[in-house]
């Protein structure tokens, strides 16, 4: 029942993540209309100098209207690349894939979790592209320890971690990643001040090597 109300809390407070995040994106879009003002601004004064120099010479060098064109140029090359529709969620880990805020799951690829070692309770932000890709980012580590624990195969695709009376489950990548089976002894990763029903793999040590 604590493991529950603590989940509760957590997740409450991810909406002020989350507004925090959608402020700094209305910053980020700001800063770019600024420099998008920036860069027609340095063109103007190029171009006024260059006739200011031209007329001072008596021959028209059009050398500041290149460097005009050319920094217009690159300066947008950069803008282009800038996904101003990118969606931006912060949500908890949750041992298979990460809650937002609404309480919505979001996928997380295994193989991403086994080998970024993601332990329960971890606070990750989810970036969604224009095309739809995901790129999660781990931002808030849950402090944890590390057990050592008996690895048991419960079917064909799943594990769970024995030590003493208690066990955990495992995601199997992060089992067949370090070509653990049935026996072998597990060091897992599991949260330092909750209880858990899952644990991250960080090794495997085979039985008789």
């Known amino acids: 029942m604590e493991n529950q109300n603590d989940m509760h809390v957590d997740l409450s407070s991810l909406g002020q993540h989350q507004a925090?995040?959608?402020?700094?994106?209305?910053?980020?879009?700001?800063?770019?209309?600024?420099?998008?003002?920036?860069v027609t601004n340095l063109r103007e004064n190029l171009e006024q100098l260059n006739l200011l120099l031209g007329s001072m010479s008596g021959e028209v060098d059009d050398s500041f209207t290149k460097l005009s064109v050319s920094v217009d140029e690159s300066l947008k090359s950069v803008f282009n690349h800038v996904d101003l529709?990118?969606?931006?969620?912060?949500?908890?880990f949750d041992g298979e894939a990460?809650?937002?805020?609404?309480?919505k799951r979001y996928n997380v690829s295994a193989n991403y979790a086994s080998k970024s070692k993601l332990v329960e309770g971890d606070i990750l932000k989810l970036s969604i592209t224009s095309s739809g890709t995901f790129v999660y980012k781990q931002i808030g580590p849950i402090e944890r320890v590390r057990v050592m624990g008996t690895i048991k195969r419960i079917n064909e695709n799943d594990f769970i971690i024995i030590k003493d009376n208690r066990t955990w489950k495992v995601l199997n990548a992060s089992v067949?990643?370090?070509k653990g089976d049935d026996g072998d002894e597990?060091?897992?990763?599991?949260?330092?001040?909750?209880?858990?029903k899952w644990a991250a793999v960080e090794n495997v040590i085979k039985v008789g090597q």
């Open 20 to 38: 925090k995040t959608e402020d700094a994106v209305m910053v980020s879009k700001s800063k770019v209309v600024l420099a998008k003002k920036l």
């Open 85 to 92: 529709s990118e969606k931006i969620i912060e949500g908890m």
């Open 98 to 103: 990460m809650i937002g805020p609404d309480g």
């Open 176 to 178: 067949t990643y370090f």
């Open 186 to 196: 597990a060091v897992i990763l599991v949260p330092k001040n909750a209880e858990s």
